[in-house]
């Protein structure tokens, strides 16, 4: 399997993040001001293998994925199996950041059945070579972040302008997309019969999707989107 660097950054960098001036002067009221720091803040932590905090979430992220199954320790070959391209996922935090790997133990906490149907892939008829979990939920939150200009001081694109009034109705709002997302993603995978290979096409085909629906005037909380029943199948 190819490197962390390869094959995480060659998906995320052919994302395009579209901005718009006519975005840049809308006011936030307090509460989507104050929850937009929050998230931005939380972007900016880096994933660090020697904090105990962190540690702790690996070991966490393990167990609900495999709960009757013993880890060996946090740099294992057994994270193969959950979908990190080495024995030490810490490697493939890099491209995005601890809140990766906090989107990744969101959904198995807040979703588990959709979380273990995607892990295990048992929706569909699946490909000889899939698309490797752990580092697909890397690469789904790196998404998001560009698709939602979160980067920027405030976003300047019509999905980042929604979006920020949906998290002002909904703290986990991000969360959330992320989980739905997810599931979009699997669904597109199985739509497109994709392999291994053709991933960054089912990444930017779930974005496009997901930038239509942020755009729609009847969407205005995350469980409007089409994809969220998804969830609960």
Known sequence: ??????????????????????????????????????????????????????????????????????????????????????????????????????????????????????????????ATWEYPFAVAGINISFMLIQMLDLYSEKPSNLPGFNFVKLLGEDEEAFDVLYCTAFEMVDAQWLEMRASYMEFNKVLQATSSQLERELCSDNVHRIQDLSAYSLLYQ
């Open 1 to 126: 399997m190819a490197g962390s660097r390869s094959w995480i950054g060659g998906v995320l960098n052919r994302l395009s993040n579209k901005r718009s001036d006519k975005f840049l002067d809308y006011p936030l009221t307090p509460i989507q001001e104050q929850r937009l720091q929050k998230l931005q803040k939380r972007i900016q932590i880096p994933f660090d293998e020697t904090r105990p905090d962190h540690q702790e979430a690996l070991r966490e992220l393990w167990h609900i994925a495999f709960p009757n199954v013993a880890l060996k320790g946090l740099v294992s070959e057994q994270w193969k199996e959950m979908g990190w391209q080495g024995p030490n996922p810490s490697t493939d935090f890099r491209a995005c950041g601890f809140i990766s790997l906090e989107n990744l133990l969101f959904y198995g906490r807040t979703y588990p059945a959709s979380f273990r149907r995607v892990l295990l892939k048992q929706d569909g008829t699946r």
